[in-house]
């Protein structure tokens, strides 16, 4: 399993942006499938976005409706790291976000399920609020 780091969580007031960073382990990253997912309190987990590839090192994304056009999902393999670069927050996207990530091969739906993880990080907090 890769080991995953989170950072970039904090306070921004509507209509903000934060970046948020996730550092993995591990000499195999570029193949993974990455995500995020979020958690905001009393709710379950929830898919935000994923990142992966079809072995040929082309990239594709999902992103969950409500973060479409607003959010974007990047990496970079040679520093181990994905990003998420949310832009346009509002109080609804307040929620401890995670990153996750697999080496299995998931068809869509199975990327924006959790238990098809096998790693995750510990967590960074967003708090979106004036």
């Known amino acids: 399993q890769v080991q995953l780091v989170e950072s970039g969580g904090g306070l921004v007031q509507p209509g903000g942006s934060l970046r948020l960073s996730c550092a993995a382990s591990?000499?195999?990253?570029?193949?993974?499938?990455m995500a995020w997912f979020r958690q905001a309190p009393g709710k379950e987990r929830e898919f935000v976005a994923s990142?992966?590839?079809?072995?040929?090192?082309?990239?594709?994304?999902d992103y969950t409706d409500s973060v479409k056009g607003r959010f974007s999902i990047s990496r970079d393999n040679a520093n181990n790291t994905v990003y998420l670069q949310m832009n346009s927050l509002r109080p609804e996207d307040t929620a401890v976000y995670y990153c996750?990530?697999?080496?299995?091969?998931?068809?869509?739906?199975?990327?924006?399920?959790?238990?098809?993880?096998?790693?995750w990080g510990q967590g960074t907090q967003v708090t979106v609020s004036s």
């Open positions: 591990g000499r195999t990253f570029s193949g993974y499938t």
């Open positions: 990142m992966w590839t079809s072995g040929t090192m082309t990239y594709y994304t």
């Open positions: 996750a990530a697999t080496l299995k091969a998931l068809l869509f739906p199975s990327r924006t399920q959790p238990l098809r993880y096998d790693s």
